[in-house]
């Protein structure tokens, strides 16, 4: 597509539900990126994808946070259990997997866990 | 490791005011520095690269000059508009450990007045 399409764009989900978060990358861009962005946080790395691999999950918070990527093109990012400090918006990124090029970002999914 | 130190906002000038939004770094080797934006309920846009010592990105009416010396890459505009009322959150690209990732700092928010 022309650009990285995140959805859904807003979440609210209840305390302890699991939720899943999609993320479908600009066609061809073989590096993939979450992030997630809380109010005075900025933006904080999750995890990289190189094709369906992740060879960078260290940002992933806990063991509650999960994601995959399939076909070297959508990617999913499970949350399960969720919990109010999960409250924040995810971000992904694509890129060519040049790094210097910078990335395309999505316009994230607003998560409120309540 | 590497890290990103964004000067803290928020940031208020009227305008047609000269814009400085300071940036450092602290990076092993020889990252690439990056410039994103994000309007109100936009994405992070990349505004501006840089690659290499002393190499200035500029893009509309911004610029940044990659400062080894200073391990610097301050935002610069010389006569801000209230269009330009964002996030502005400096970046380096991240290679260390088999992972290729963009390190962001906690963003500057700036206000443009008329």
């Known amino acids: 597509g022309a650009g990285v399409s995140q959805s859904p764009s807003n979440k609210v989900t209840e305390k302890g539900k699991d939720v899943e978060l999609r993320c479908d990358p600009i066609s061809g861009h073989t590096a993939l990126y979450w992030y997630r962005q809380s109010l005075g946080q900025g933006l904080e790395f999750l995890i990289y994808f190189q094709g369906n691999s992740a060879p960078d999950k260290s940002g992933l918070p806990s063991d509650r946070f999960s994601a995959e990527r399939t076909g070297g093109s959508v990617s999913t990012l499970t949350i399960q259990r969720t919990q109010q400090e999960d409250s924040a918006v995810y971000l992904c990124?694509?890129?060519?997997?040049?790094?210097?090029?910078?990335?395309?970002f999505g316009s994230g999914t607003r998560l409120t866990v309540v | 490791g590497n890290s990103v130190t964004q000067m803290e906002g928020p940031v208020t000038l009227s305008e047609e005011a000269f814009l400085t939004i300071n940036c450092t770094y602290t990076a092993t080797g020889y990252p690439s520095l990056f410039w994103y934006v994000q309007y109100p309920g936009e994405g992070l846009q990349l505004l501006l690269k840089?690659?290499?010592?002393?190499d200035k990105g500029s893009n509309k009416g911004f610029e940044a000059t990659y400062r080894k010396e200073t391990t610097s890459f301050h935002l610069e505009k010389g006569s801000v508009q209230v269009s330009d009322s964002a996030v502005y959150f400096c970046?380096?690209?991240?290679?260390?450990?088999?992972?290729?990732?963009?390190?962001f700092g906690k963003g500057t928010k700036l206000t443009v007045n008329p």
């Open positions: 970046a380096l690209s991240d290679l260390q450990g088999g992972s290729e990732k963009l390190v």
């Open positions: 990124a694509s890129s060519t997997g040049i790094w210097a090029n910078g990335y395309t």
């Open positions: 840089a690659t290499k010592a002393d």
